[in-house]
């Protein structure tokens, strides 16, 4: 049986104009192998909102292999190679980075317009 090492909770940051928890990496924890990062993104969206104006815009990716788990509502997702997807609730989105990948990942375009619950998490 293996021990716990560190307990850390997780960080607000500002990605893209958005808060997120963050706790992964951090200042105690770096990396988990095999995980990178972990991201939690748990807010009810107001409505009244164009799209392009929520979310996380474009940004790189190198190296890795993120996945999105959708707990509540749909994640629209983009990127450079030509992909373009929407992933709803109890859905999964795995994306390979590779040498380089610019996406970005917006809550669905009705729920940027009608609002509603939003949660995701990104490893």
Not at 38 to 51: A, F, M, S
Request: charged share 20%.
């Amino acid at each position: 049986m293996r021990s716990l090492k560190h307990i850390t909770t997780a960080q607000k940051i500002n990605m893209g104009g958005i808060f997120l928890d963050q706790a992964i990496p951090s200042g105690l924890v770096e990396r988990v192998d095999p995980f990178v990062l972990i991201h939690h993104w748990n807010k009810p969206l107001p409505g009244g909102q164009h799209q392009r104006d929520v979310g996380v815009g474009p940004h790189p990716h190198r190296g890795f292999s993120p996945v999105t788990l959708v707990f509540k509502g749909g994640v629209h997702h983009r990127d450079s190679r030509g992909g373009e997807s929407c992933t709803y609730e109890g859905g999964a989105q795995w994306m390979n980075s590779g040498s380089g990948i610019i996406h970005s990942e917006r809550p669905v375009q009705s729920l940027a317009r009608d609002g509603g619950d939003f949660e995701i998490i990104q490893l």
